[in-house]
């Protein structure tokens, strides 16, 4: 027996069955839905918080880093790493690397650096907004690395800007990056108004 | 693949046009008498059937009482290659003629061995380092620097 083959809507048909859907969502959609955030206008006043103003100034610096952009050499990758899903320097505020010194505040140097490049990268160091800090990432960082006695290497990022902490490794692993950061934090959460002005 | 032709064979094509020219040749390249380095190198990139028409690399070498500088030919018309060497004796004031003229390429790579060997070329439009910084002493690449 041969099957009959029918379309099972019409036009018409698919046409009631749309304007069906759209009557019903509308009927159940007369109102908003509530805000969720509504009970925290009247628990904010009695929610006063008393902290020193350090404390505050250095939680707010050292929980949104700003890092420049400076990775001369192989050391890069790590800080690649570091910086991507897998590691996820997001979770200290940290993750967007600034193309513009002037935007940030941190530089993690994470590569050899030649004395051609050196000029530049002191600039880089001059045009970021105070305060700043360095990280040195790496054994070329530190000290020139394997290329220390080179006739065209910089021995040593602090040779030409201050460095705040020392990461070693030839790469530093990732965690040992963060392990630095998270010496940083510190570090900046011991700063102070009184004994900052110069 | 790219035939790397015998440099004796070549050598024997550039000795017919430019006798003297060639002090030594083997399966793999050949040397040619700085002198005659311009020349040869225009030979072989106009003559056709050679058509070198691409300049893959220059390098230099230093063997203490020579530098040697190798330049690596290849013809992408006839998919050919050769190994054209020369010598250039002594530790200062060294020059050879630049082939920026016929091969562009040359360009960068020509004061790069300026820059890390010392050797100039002449006829370069652009003599100067390219690597490292305008005032640095010496040349870095070569064995004797830093000793
Ligand atoms: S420390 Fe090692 S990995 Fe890092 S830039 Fe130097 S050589 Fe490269």
Redesign the interface.
């Given at each position: 027996m041969e099957v009959a083959r029918e379309h099972i809507y019409s036009d018409a048909d698919l046409d009631r069955v749309e304007g069906n859907q759209i009557e019903a969502l509308k009927a159940h959609s007369q109102q908003p839905f509530p805000d969720p955030d509504e009970w925290l206008d009247e628990k904010l006043e009695r929610n006063i918080l008393l902290i020193t103003v350090d404390a505050a100034l250095n939680w707010a610096r050292r929980s949104s880093l700003w890092p420049a952009i400076c990775f001369p050499a192989c050391c890069a990758f790590e800080l690649i790493a570091a910086n991507a899903s897998r590691f996820d320097l997001s979770r200290f505020g940290m993750e967007i690397l600034r193309a513009s010194p002037r935007q940030a505040d941190l530089m993690i140097t994470a590569g050899t650096l030649t004395?051609?490049m050196a000029p530049q990268v002191r600039r880089i160091y001059d045009q970021m907004a105070e305060p700043k800090w360095v990280i040195a990432m790496g054994a070329c960082a530190i000290s020139g690395g394997i290329f220390t006695s080179s006739?065209?290497v910089v021995p040593g990022y602090n040779r030409i800007i201050p460095i705040d902490v020392y990461v070693p490794g030839c790469p530093p692993r990732p965690e040992a990056l963060i392990y630095g950061i998270r010496m940083l934090h510190s570090k900046i959460a011991r700063r102070s108004l009184g004994t900052e002005a110069k | 693949m790219t035939v790397a032709l015998s440099g004796k064979e070549i050598a024997t094509k550039i000795e017919e046009r430019f006798p003297g020219s060639v002090v030594k040749s083997s399966p793999d390249s050949l040397v040619v008498k700085s002198e005659f380095l311009l020349d040869v190198a225009t030979f072989l990139k106009t003559t056709p059937d050679l058509d070198f028409d691409y300049l893959t690399a220059i390098t230099a070498i230093d063997y203490y009482d020579r530098f040697e500088v190798v330049y690596q030919l290849t013809s992408i018309k006839h998919n050919h290659s050769l190994m054209v060497k020369t010598h250039c004796y002594g530790r200062d004031n060294l020059s050879l003629p630049s082939v920026v003229g016929l091969w562009r390429g040359a360009d960068f790579q020509e004061r790069e061995i300026y820059d890390l060997m010392g050797i100039s070329f002449d006829g370069h439009p652009n003599m100067k380092r390219i690597v490292l910084w305008e005032g640095f002493e010496g040349h870095p690449l070569r064995k004797d620097y830093g000793t």
């Open positions: 004395w051609k006739y065209s | -």
